[in-house]
């Protein structure tokens, strides 16, 4: 087996980890927002912390660089944060930061949020806005049924609810 593919101890641990926008433009709910300012404001305490605890002597380390590279990227993505501040709203379609219920074909009901791309997670049902299942739910309303395309065919969805959470 060639050495090339084999770390050695004491190796370099690895390189920092550079996040990038995905060059959608940055739509984020009112939480979203919050949810990027704290994050910003934290990665900026610990660059302050890991740059004060550092000998003069000491290379860069990774956690440093690490740390640098998020509060990078983060202080980007709030720049190019767009609000879009749909609490409340009175609208029967699926639009941005709509809590959105939706059947599918064996009859189970499932409940996704549309949000910004930093706020997504899957398992707590926080959708990417660009996500194949948000576009496809993206201005439907209740009643309405989508396809949501997949390797094999599409997958029938029939949009139960939509509504606006005043949170």
């Not at 101890?9 to 995905?22: A, F, H, L, Q």
């Not at 433009?25 to 660059?47: C, D, F, H, I, M």
């Not at 989508?146 to 606006?164: D, K, M």
Request: charged letters at 30%; proline letters at 7%.
């Amino acid at each position: 087996m060639s050495r090339a593919f084999i770390k050695e101890d004491g190796e370099d641990p690895g390189e920092p980890v550079k996040r990038r926008p995905s060059g959608r433009p940055n739509y984020v709910t009112p939480a979203g927002l919050e949810s990027l300012k704290a994050r910003a404001a934290e990665l900026a305490w610990l660059r302050a912390e890991l740059v004060s605890k550092k000998r003069p002597d000491e290379a860069r380390s990774l956690p440093l660089r690490q740390a640098e590279m998020d509060l990078e990227y983060y202080e980007t993505q709030l720049k190019r944060a767009i609000l879009v501040d749909n609490r409340g709203l009175a609208a029967e379609d699926v639009r941005f930061g709509a809590a959105v219920a939706v059947r599918e074909r064996d009859g189970a009901v499932k409940e996704y949020r549309i949000v910004g791309e930093d706020e997504a997670d899957a398992a707590s049902g926080k959708l990417n806005w660009g996500s194949p299942l948000a576009g496809a739910l993206l201005g439907a309303a209740p009643g309405a049924r989508v396809a949501l395309p997949r390797n094999g065919g599409a997958i029938q969805l029939e949009i139960v609810s939509v509504g606006y959470p005043k949170e």
